[in-house]
């Protein structure tokens, strides 16, 4: 097994294991919450379905970007939510509910609005694009949809069993994520530094900041709300993103360590944000009592 190999395997584990554990724990009506709510579900396909791609296009437009990192951007901004949004988002006080039922239901969406959007930047851009949907549907049921339904499966027929599995499949997926990056930044380190050398860290930064502001503008009045969909606009599917850049531009070889960049940006960018908007919300209740 090359260290390519491993990576993706231990990615995969890890993701598998953390929605598994968060099926362990989520009921039906999580599942439907957003359904329920359809002015939360616009607002979450509008920032993430339209707003994004468009920033990802304007990018293109007025910044001359290494081809790349064009194929980066446009790959990302067309990727549905990441399946490790929920567990994140609950470390920050985000609505989990809102966060898991997002999750299916733009994962679901993602099998019809990625065509959709492959069509409108091939007439964009005077190019055809295309995808194998076969490989986007797989990575949807096999990372997202199956492990949280095994997960609700068990814990509807064996709760206790179910109590019992969700704290050791929470540590082992919180292992194996940061072997995967480990082992990503052994792997890539040279490419990595190439990138940040060259600025490839500013478009991606600016196009995560815009997604945290339009995530946080729309996400309304409650601080929760807006949590989850900032973290959601910002954050997109790696594994997604590097089947749509594979199969239109295979030649690009420095897209897995740009995507790898953007996973790194991405997270240092929604920390700060979630640290601030905790903040932000500790100190209204202070300043209106004073």
């Not at 957003?34 to 002015?39: G, T, Y």
Request: proline residues 7%; contains cysteine.
């Amino acid at each position: 097994m090359d260290l390519q190999e491993l990576i993706k395997l231990c990615l995969q584990a890890s993701v598998i294991i953390s929605v598994y554990a968060l099926g362990l724990e989520a009921t039906p009506k999580d599942l439907v919450f957003v359904l329920k709510r359809p002015a939360l579900l616009v607002r979450a396909l509008l920032a993430m379905f339209v707003i994004m791609p468009v920033v990802a296009i304007v990018l293109l437009k007025w910044f001359d970007l290494p081809h790349a990192l064009q194929v980066t951007l446009v790959a990302l901004a067309i990727s549905p939510i990441p399946p490790l949004l929920p567990k994140r988002q609950s470390k920050g006080g985000g609505h989990s509910s809102y966060a898991l039922g997002l999750m299916v239901c733009m994962a679901l969406l993602s099998l019809i609005l990625i065509p959709l959007w492959l069509h409108l930047l091939g007439s964009i851009f005077g190019q055809s694009f295309s995808v194998q949907m076969g490989a986007v549907t797989l990575v949807v049921l096999k990372m997202i949809i199956g492990p949280i339904l095994a997960g609700m499966l068990v814990r509807a027929l064996v709760p206790a069993a179910a109590q019992g599995m969700l704290r050791p499949a929470i540590l082992l997926a919180g292992w194996l994520l940061p072997l995967a990056g480990l082992i990503v930044l052994l792997a890539m380190h040279s490419a990595l530094l190439e990138a940040l050398g060259h600025g490839a860290w500013i478009p991606l930064l600016v196009f995560i900041v815009i997604g945290i502001a339009v995530g946080h503008i729309l996400g309304g009045p409650d601080a929760d709300s807006r949590l989850v969909l900032a973290v959601s606009t910002a954050s997109r599917h790696p594994g997604i993103a590097f089947a749509l850049a594979a199969f239109n531009f295979p030649q690009d070889r420095g897209v897995p360590a740009l995507i790898a960049l953007y996973l790194l940006v991405s997270i240092i960018a929604t920390i700060v944000y979630m640290k601030w908007l905790a903040k932000r919300t500790a100190d209204q209740p202070e300043a209106a009592e004073s």
